[in-house]
């Protein structure tokens, strides 16, 4: 098999058909040695119906449906884990990436031996404002905190040799933040930009509160700088209560008043919030070993169609 396309499906049963039929027609006399790997990650409309039908026909589709919605981080996993293409491409069911990019991608891993994944980032941002303002904001902040890089844009949407997608199912973590994975597994990464479509059917699965939580997951995930303010802040406001206690006593043996409780409230509450800013903190991290120590499977599979199925 030369080439796995690892297509995760959440609620798409708008879109899904329109992604097989269009990848065909591109692929069409171009490559015809590739299968399709559609994860189907506990969608509650109408997917897995599409997907089995889509399985019927054709006889390079692979369908891995899950029992209940896990993320996409887990449907990827799970797409990687059963792709069997010496080349894998992680892209969405919805058409904002289109199948000629993955030809391009295709064309530079023929061509370049040393490059061992292309990554696709969007060339031209069409997010809101404050969506591409909290996202540059993460790229930097993490950038400056992580042992690993970041590339700014750069989207799940990526073709790998094999060695690299090996690497990737290997690391086996139970919080899953791909961008991460993906650098921290190393490999010659080439970045090329392309255009984000318009989505052409349903609806995006992300909201603000689940960039966010995806963000903490990557901060979390890959550095643990913040733990390390605990110790910074905490020094610090030490230091700075010494010297305001002295200073008090310095101020309030000169002019006998006593020092105002309000400045006492303010302390309090300054030093009891980061108390509590830092508890959680710690606790983030103490959450994620938790989870991990439980060995928890990253994914559950209800149901596996694989074209073997059809071939009896
Ligand atoms: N997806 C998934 N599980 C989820 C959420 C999303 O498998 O819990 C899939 C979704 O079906 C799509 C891809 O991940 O194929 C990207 O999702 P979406 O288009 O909603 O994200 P966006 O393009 O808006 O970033
Ligand atoms: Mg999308």
Known sequence: MKLSLVVPCFNEEDVVYNFYKEVTKVFEGKIDDYEFV???DGSRDDTLN????????????????????FGKESAMYAGLKNASGDFTCVIDADLQQRPEVVLEMLDI???????DCVA?????????KALVFFKDTFYSLINKISEV????????????????????INMCEYHRFSKGLFSFVGFNTKFIPYDVQERAGGESKWSFVKLFKYAVEGIVGYTTTPLRFATFAGAASMIIAVLYL????????ITHSITSAIAIITLILFVGG????????????????????????IYIVKELLTYEDNEE
């Open 38 to 40: 559609f994860v189907n």
């Open 50 to 69: 599409v997907l089995r039908a889509i399985h019927k026909v054709a006889d390079n589709v692979k369908v891995v449906s899950f029992s209940r919605n």
């Open 109 to 115: 891993l023929d061509n370049e031996p040393d490059t």
């Open 120 to 128: 696709a980032y969007q060339a031209e941002r069409k997010e809101s």
């Open 149 to 168: 890089e970041f590339y700014p844009g750069a989207s799940d949407f990526r073709l790998m040799r094999r060695p690299m997608v090996d690497a990737v």
């Open 246 to 253: 002295i200073i008090a006593l310095i101020v309030g043996g």
């Open 274 to 297: 980061l108390n509590f800013l830092f508890i959680g903190i710690a606790g983030e991290y103490l959450a994620r070993t938790y989870m991990q120590g439980k060995n928890r499977p």
